[in-house]
């Protein structure tokens, strides 16, 4: 089984930043061979694909709406995934979510295997 915590949310104002933690762990949990995501969810909606890294090659890849203001990144000493939120704006409102996906990067949580709690950010204007 795999648990991943994630830490960091909160409440800035609008063009502020915050920066998103992710540990993953796991007895058997091999960081290397995942690619984690981070997705996100506003009530009633479906949660929306943020951005995700191959935590093997470090390769990242965001949804449209967040290029040039998050970056993910990955620690493999210390089994973290980040995600820096730079230039916030209210519609980044939303619970955050880590997830762990053992084969490849995919912008669908369905693919996902395992989900952190949640951490909230709220960004006001």
């Known amino acids: 089984q795999v648990q991943l915590v994630e830490s960091g949310g909160g409440l800035v104002q609008a063009g502020g930043s915050l920066r998103l933690s992710c540990a993953a762990s796991?007895?058997?949990?091999?960081?290397?061979?995942?690619?984690m995501g981070w997705f996100r969810q506003v009530p009633g909606k479906e949660r929306e694909f943020v951005a995700t890294?191959?935590?093997?090659?470090?390769?990242?890849y965001y949804t449209d709406s967040v290029k040039g203001r998050f970056t993910i990144s990955r620690d493999r000493a210390k089994n973290t995934v980040y995600l820096e939120m730079n230039s916030l704006k209210p519609e980044d409102t939303a619970v955050y979510y880590c997830?762990?996906?053992?084969?490849?990067?995919?912008?669908?949580?369905?693919?996902?295997?395992?989900w952190g709690q949640g951490t909230q950010v709220t960004v006001s204007s």
């Open positions: 997830a762990a996906n053992r084969y490849h990067s995919s912008t669908n949580a369905g693919e996902y295997d395992y």
């Open positions: 796991g007895r058997t949990f091999t960081f290397r061979n995942y690619v």
């Open positions: 890294i191959n935590v093997r090659s470090g390769s990242p």
